[in-house]
């Protein structure tokens, strides 16, 4: 078939390098899934054969990697999987400097340090006019006597970067009223699902809340033992693992209207012994392990070496308390 047959039969869009041919039509119905798994194969080669035809015909760049060709934009508008993002509300900067006029400007990231005489960064570590660059503070007449000005220049640095902080989580609450918080943040800040669906988390009770402080205060390798305790905290109720004894007693179940004695710590030992003398017990015992474990054993008694290596050994300088008779 020639190309120009080619084109005229698939629709192609480069832009996408796709390639679909909508008259297509089956000859005869597939009898079976390995026919129409053909079918489909060899209609895809002949699709696959048609864009890499226009690919060849584009001009080309000659590279160190091969021909480069430019593509042209696409035609055929492919279905998002997810809506749009929703734009993000302006915050409060944002509506003020609309009113107000400011329009940001790009600053430069090296500026002048007059107090070293070197040019340093604008942020960051080593930047220009940084606190720790200045060695006398001059004292004002509103400070107050005694005060310490290094220590209320630190104080007033975490103020800012508190009310900064307060700021930003207030910007995010605005954000997801109007549904255009970020799928990133939805999950961390608001403990909503990644497709934004508006879920409402569900409230801890009293237990619940008990449970987790229970666990991040016997989280440490210590567990909890030596961490300082808040005034008025409890101990935390589940400590270390808990084991499951059975009754001593027997319990009694009904069958038939009939109660029938139970006894849970005879029936898992028969369980246990049903497994070890079952036809497959070899699955679950090591009969070749038991008896290198049994050869090993018997070597160590012929030689006279004892198998209790934990145990310590007699000092023999040490001497013995004289006893005296009465």
Not at 35 to 58: M, P
Not at 182 to 206: C, E, F, N, Y
Request: glycine residues 6%; proline residues 8%; aromatic residues 6%.
């Amino acid at each position: 078939m020639d190309m120009e047959t080619d084109q005229q039969i698939y629709q192609v869009d480069v832009g996408n390098l796709l390639a679909f041919n909508p008259n297509y039509q089956f000859p005869s119905a597939p009898s079976s899934r390995e026919e129409l798994v053909n079918e489909c194969i060899v209609e895809g080669t002949k699709l696959v054969q048609a864009v890499a035809d226009v690919l060849f015909n584009f001009p080309s760049t000659e590279t160190s990697d091969g021909p480069i060709v430019q593509l042209p934009p696409p035609t055929t508008r492919l279905p998002r999987e997810k809506h749009l993002p929703r734009p993000m509300p302006p915050t409060k900067w944002e509506t003020f400097a609309l009113k107000k006029g400011i329009q940001k400007r790009k600053k430069d990231k090296i500026v002048y340090d007059e107090q070293t005489d070197q040019f340093k960064r604008r942020h960051g570590y080593d930047r220009v006019n940084d606190d720790n660059d200045i060695p006398i503070i001059e004292a004002k007449a509103s400070d107050e006597p005694g005060e310490d000005p290094f220590a209320k220049r630190i104080e007033d640095r975490k103020k800012k970067v508190g009310k900064q902080e307060k700021n930003r989580l207030q910007n995010l609450r605005v954000a997801a009223k109007a549904g255009a918080l970020p799928s990133h943040i939805q999950l961390a800040a608001t403990s909503l699902p990644i497709s934004g669906v508006k879920a409402q988390p569900k409230k801890l009770g009293k237990e619940a809340l008990g449970d987790v402080a229970g666990l991040a205060a016997t989280s440490t390798a210590s567990g909890g033992k030596f961490d300082k305790k808040l005034p008025g905290e409890k101990p935390p109720k589940k400590q270390g693992k808990h084991h499951k004894y059975l009754p001593v007693l027997p319990s009694y179940r009904k069958d038939q209207n009939k109660c029938i004695p139970v006894n849970e710590e005879k029936e898992q030992t028969n369980k246990v012994l049903s497994k070890i003398f079952s036809k497959h017990s070899h699955e679950i015992l090591n009969v070749g392990k038991a008896i290198n474990m049994y050869n090993e054993k018997k070597e160590k008694k012929k030689s006279g070496r004892s198998s209790d290596k934990l145990k310590p050994k007699k000092d023999i300088t040490k001497k013995k308390p004289a006893t005296t008779k009465a």
